[in-house]
Structures are given as C-alpha cells and as structure tokens.
C-alpha cells in the first residue's frame, strides 16, 4: 500500500498570500494524483487531478506541481473560502485508493 | 442536477448491521464505477469499497474485508453498502463517490451518512 504523507498538518498563512501544501508518496505514483478541498460539514471537491490538472470550475488560482514522490498544491492568492481542508489521494496503485492526512489551511 | 445522495446512517452497537444507500442522478449511473469512502470524527478520508459499473469487480478495503458487501442496481440508478460485525472503528461519515472515468480518483462526491457504532 503506497503511503501518502502531507505537510505541514497545519498552514497559517494571511489572506492575500501565497499557500504552498505539500504531498509526499511513498513510492512512485507517477502522476496519478489528486488533490480535493473540503469545507467544514461539506464533502469533499476534486481540485486537481493528473498532478495538474484543474477540474472542471476550479479558479485559476489553484496550481499543482510535482511528479513521482514529490507534489505541492499552491493558492495563488487566498481568499476567504480557501481557509479549509485539503487532501491529496494517489490512484497509480489501488485498492486501495490512498489519501494523505490532510492540510488545514488557517488565517494568520 | 448531477448529484449523489446517501442515506440508512444511524446508531447501532457493536456487533449490529446496517444498509447505506447511495442514490445518483443526473448522468448516466451504469457507465461508472462507484466507491464508499469514510471519514471518522475529526479525522481524514479512508476508502472503502469500490464497484465497477457491471457489477462485475468489487475491492474493499482490508479493514472492513468479509463484514461489508457493496452492491448496485443500475435499473435504480443505486448503490448499497451492506455493514456487517460493526465495530467502534466503523464510526465515521460514509460518503458515496463517482470514479471518474478512466482513473480512480473521485470527481462527485454526495454529502454523506452519518454511521455511529456505539453500546
């Protein structure tokens, strides 16, 4: 089972700023990545998929990176409804589908 | 509108059963593979069971293995998660989730059912 670890658990960054999430797996997933948003008491949204993708009806300001072991969700610039959960998932190797332990994003 | 929406959540003790149902409109339900994911209180997403659109393969997670059984009725437009040998561990919010395509990440989500196993 490929382990999927996030980084930091928390992030406080100001509104406006840049956010940088990071997602490391255990062993290569290619670019089989996704990254979802979760808002309190809401189900989770697919953000990202393909490492880099944007899904459909995601703001530009939403950018994933990385390949292999290594990827980052960066927010451009925060607002308000970005100060949430965030989660990434790898599909290269499943079952199972695996998910990192989540990034809360915080105001500073 | 394309949505999901789940129900049958509630409180059981431990050792009890329970039936979700996910049931899913506005695309065409049969051409897509299915899962139950699960997140408990205060914590992240763990995935549980995973059906193809046929019916044909089912996966599940090592953790519920012989005590869940997932299922669909495409004439239903539906999906079921028949829990069994419930334990504490079970408690969490069950979220039915539409495979996208052709990759298994998820890419529709509905707003879950809530499982509590408690005596």
């Known amino acids: 089972e490929i382990v999927m670890t996030q980084s930091p658990g928390t992030l406080s960054v100001s509104p406006g700023e840049r956010a940088t999430l990071s997602c490391r797996a255990s062993?290569?997933?290619?670019?089989?990545l996704a990254w979802y948003q979760q808002k309190p008491g809401q189900a989770p949204r697919l953000l990202i998929y393909g490492a880099s993708t944007r899904a459909t009806g995601i703001p530009a300001r939403f950018s994933g990176s990385g390949s292999e072991t290594e990827f980052t969700l960066t927010i451009s610039s925060l607002q308000s409804e970005d100060f949430v959960v965030y989660y990434c998932q790898q599909y290269k190797n499943w079952p199972p589908a695996t998910f990192g332990g989540g990034t809360k994003v915080e105001i500073k | 509108e394309v949505q999901l929406v789940e129900s049958g959540g509630g409180l059981v003790q431990p050792g009890g059963s329970l039936r979700l149902s996910c049931v899913a409109s506005g695309f065409t339900f049969s051409t897509y593979s299915m899962s139950w994911v699960r997140q408990a209180p205060g914590k992240g997403l763990e995935w549980v069971s995973y059906?193809?659109?046929?019916?044909?393969?089912?996966y599940y997670a090592d953790s519920v293995k012989g005590r869940f059984t997932i299922s669909r009725d495409n004439a239903k437009n539906s999906m079921s998660l028949q829990m069994d040998s419930l334990r504490d561990g079970d408690t969490a919010l069950y979220y039915c989730?539409?495979?996208?395509?052709?990759?298994?990440?998820?890419?529709?989500w509905g707003r879950g059912t809530l499982v509590t196993v408690s005596s």
């Open positions: 062993q290569s997933v290619g670019s089989n």
């Open positions: 989730a539409r495979r996208n395509s052709n990759y298994c990440y998820f890419d529709l």
């Open positions: 059906i193809s659109g046929s019916s044909v393969t089912k």
